[in-house]
């Protein structure tokens, strides 16, 4: 290596991991590629042939990044459609839905709604808080169009609306995938996180929870190509088809404005366009958000009251933290029959004797909740990490910085904000983490921490039948306090992605750049002398043609 200038990895010592900063080539052909550098992919890569190699590199056409995922997208939500056979074989009906683990929200809703019937709902009704469809308005509103699609009066009219619905999802999800690789540019292959995920077969056909996922993936690439207001819109109908995706607006607009205050060169302040661009971003969404919900919902406020005053009153839901005191005080043991038992009762028997939480005490402790992690979150993430980074010089376009923001800045802080939402929400349905893919994939997580929550993931979700199941036939359905542990189980592997997420944005800090005509220090060292930690020889020497990642603070 004599004579030759080695670019050294821009992740610092102690800082997560290589597969967080992706890999790029000096003659700007190379892409990321996880089979190299992911460390569970690369030893999984023997199956189809091994680590990819440099010819990856120049792949386009049908072998593309986004022609493949999307395949593999369909193929996957193909699984979870095999996943409901049995319901689709023999109806959805309780409590045989549970047992076999096939129950969906789509099919059970078309029949018990009346839109499979001659006396159909019209839209606003369907919509309205009055309505049986109880669903977020972009949702609901695709489910009463889908309706129309299915003749109600066939025998078969539910299996023919969930068929269908699975299709338009799985054409949806193929547009989600495609935007989010397109979004990762010569990462596009860590679009896998969301085209392959195993939660998407457990979850994906429970709900329209795919169509939030794909209007956030689509509104953070129109964002990536400077396209702030079209990006803005998009997210405003993400958001009213899954409201918790707002996170990724207050993060855009918290990130803009610490930045417009502590601007990393004074000359800066106030002129970023990324800056103007998140708020833009941020103030679109919202406002898209309200006209959606004024134009198909009742009322003049597009029964804005009336949404705040369920979430309000409303007790907590299967799934949520808060239901964990009411789990407790069912999972009381019988008295102990040692010493050793007495002393453990004594000692912990109070933790069973809490009462389960009302609506307002609940709302009251969410708020709280929310205050204390996301005063936490910022001290950890924004305090300590510039959010935007001096722009770029020498011509480079003004869409390639806003991209680098998008998935170094705006992705990893939106993953750990939105954990933290689902963490603290009064209600939490299996699908519901569904939204955490798109952002997994941009922030570029490692396969192992994805595998860590989709398996918790996937433990909750038969729990959760079996739970709801014994309240008809007790003695063969999960028991309080195994439910109990799978729910928190849930709850950490939630974390777990979070935590991930702060690692990533903490790990993109702009280091100091060292002067251009600085003379070759490295020639004559060795691979691990000039390695950062957790980096083995093996990888390098392996990837040493291909280049070494460089900062995209």
Request: charge should be positive; glycine fraction near 12%; include cysteine.
């Amino acid at each position: 290596m004599t004579g030759r200038r080695v670019r050294q990895p821009s992740l610092k010592p102690g800082s997560p991991r290589w597969s967080q900063t992706p890999a790029e080539t000096d003659d700007g052909e190379g892409v990321y590629a996880p089979s190299r550098l992911d460390p569970l992919v690369r030893s999984a890569s023997p199956v189809i042939g091994g680590p990819a190699g440099r010819r990856l590199a120049t792949a386009t056409g049908f072998w593309s990044a986004a022609t493949v995922l999307v395949l593999l997208s369909a193929a996957v939500l193909g699984a979870g459609l095999v996943q409901k056979q049995h319901c689709r074989a023999a109806g959805w009906t309780s409590p045989d839905h549970f047992w076999h683990a096939c129950y969906s929200d789509i099919p059970v809703i078309f029949a018990s709604s009346g839109l499979g019937g001659s006396d159909r709902p019209g839209l606003s009704e369907a919509l309205g808080s009055a309505g049986g469809l109880g669903q977020p308005p972009l949702a609901g509103l695709l489910m009463w169009v889908t309706s129309g699609l299915v003749d109600g009066a066939d025998p078969g009219a539910n299996r023919s609306f969930f068929d269908l619905t699975a299709l338009l999802l799985a054409a949806v999800l193929a547009v989600g995938v495609a935007a989010t690789t397109f979004t990762l540019g010569r990462r596009g292959w860590d679009a896998a996180h969301l085209a392959i995920s195993p939660v998407l077969i457990t979850a994906g056909l429970i709900s329209y929870q795919i169509l939030g996922i794909t209007l956030l993936a689509l509104a953070l690439f129109a964002l990536s190509r400077s396209r702030a207001l079209a990006g803005g819109v998009l997210l405003g109908l993400g958001i009213s088809a899954a409201p918790q995706v707002a996170v990724v607006a207050v993060v855009a607009a918290v990130l803009a404005l610490w930045r417009s205050r502590h601007p990393a060169h004074p000359a800066e302040a106030g002129r970023d366009p990324r800056a103007l661009a998140a708020v833009t971003f941020a103030g679109t969404a919202a406002i898209t958000w309200l006209v959606v919900r004024v134009l198909l919902l009742p009322g003049f406020t597009g029964q804005f009251g009336d949404m705040v005053s369920a979430w309000r009153d409303g007790a907590p839901g299967y799934g949520s933290l808060w239901l964990v005191p009411q789990l407790l005080g069912a999972s009381e043991p019988e008295p102990a029959s040692s010493w050793a038992g007495r002393l453990a009762q004594l000692l912990f028997g109070w933790l069973f004797n809490a009462d389960a939480l009302g609506g307002t005490a609940t709302s009251m402790l969410v708020v709280l909740a929310l205050i204390v992690l996301t005063g936490l979150l910022v001290r950890f993430t924004v305090f300590r990490v510039p959010p935007l980074s001096p722009l770029r010089t020498g011509g480079r376009p003004p869409s390639l910085d806003l991209a680098e923001w998008v998935t170094r800045r705006l992705a990893p802080a939106s993953l750990a904000t939105l954990a933290v939402v689902l963490l603290t929400a009064k209600s939490l349905p299996a699908q519901s983490s569904l939204l955490l893919l798109p952002l997994i994939a941009l922030s570029g997580l490692r396969w192992r921490d994805h595998l860590i929550w989709a398996g918790t993931e996937a433990v909750y979700f038969v729990g959760i039948w079996l739970y709801i199941a014994a309240e008809t036939t007790s003695n063969r359905g999960l028991p309080s306090h195994f439910y109990l542990i799978m729910l928190l189980l849930r709850l950490a592997g939630i974390a777990w992605v979070g935590v991930q997420g702060v690692l990533v944005y903490r790990s993109t800090s702009t280091p100091p750049e060292p002067a251009p005509d600085l003379p070759d220090t490295t020639a004559g060292l060795r691979i691990h002398e000039i390695s950062s930690t957790g980096l083995d020889e093996g990888t390098l020497l392996g990837d040493r043609d291909a280049g070494a990642p460089r900062s995209l603070g």
